[in-house]
């Protein structure tokens, strides 16, 4: 993968044109050796294989190279994704986002107020994840959720966070 990264665009257009082919292998190691580029032409084919109707592994791994190589411009697809079937197409998108850090919290805030546990589950990780205070709000209010899960992943962030901590002076 770093000899393929040297090479640049000549490279990258050639992975590209990889992401068409019928055999989902040739997809798969093309978005894997995507992964390995620091060019927008390659974020955008991460982005496009994110969607690859056909191979669930080629999702995955485009998901994976986008937690390395995190980029705003996937935001939409990655909480996209935390609606899907696949969770662990989910838990890749959410890492992802979390990767994203700061940037991702506005979509992960929104994402937290979905009527589906297992949205809400992936978005209040992520954001326990990131760790910044300005998540405080959303992990308060996700304590109380009906999802055990959500409530355990909010007390871990604010734990995390250090509020709910007490310091005394003996």
Not at 90 to 104: I, N, S, T
């Amino acid at each position: 993968m770093p000899d393929l990264a040297a090479m640049g665009d000549a490279a990258v257009g050639r992975l590209l044109s990889l992401l068409e082919v019928e055999n989902p292998d040739h997809r798969w190691w093309a978005v894997r050796a995507l992964a390995a580029f620091d060019q927008p032409a390659a974020q955008r084919g991460l982005r496009r294989a994110l969607a690859d109707s056909q191979v669930p592994t080629v999702r995955h791994c485009a998901a994976m190279g986008l937690r390395e190589r995190p980029t705003r411009e996937a935001i939409p697809q990655l909480i996209s994704a935390l609606h899907e079937q696949d969770r662990l197409l989910a838990r890749l998108a959410a890492d992802a986002l979390a990767a994203l850090g700061k940037e991702a919290i506005p979509e992960l805030q929104e994402a937290c107020r979905s009527s589906n546990p297992a949205v809400r589950i992936e978005a209040i990780r992520a954001l326990t994840i990131i760790r910044e205070p300005e998540t405080i709000g959303t992990l308060l209010s996700a304590i109380d959720d009906p999802s055990s899960i959500v409530a355990y992943w909010a007390e871990k962030g604010l734990e995390d966070l250090g509020v709910g901590m007490v310091f005394f002076d003996p």
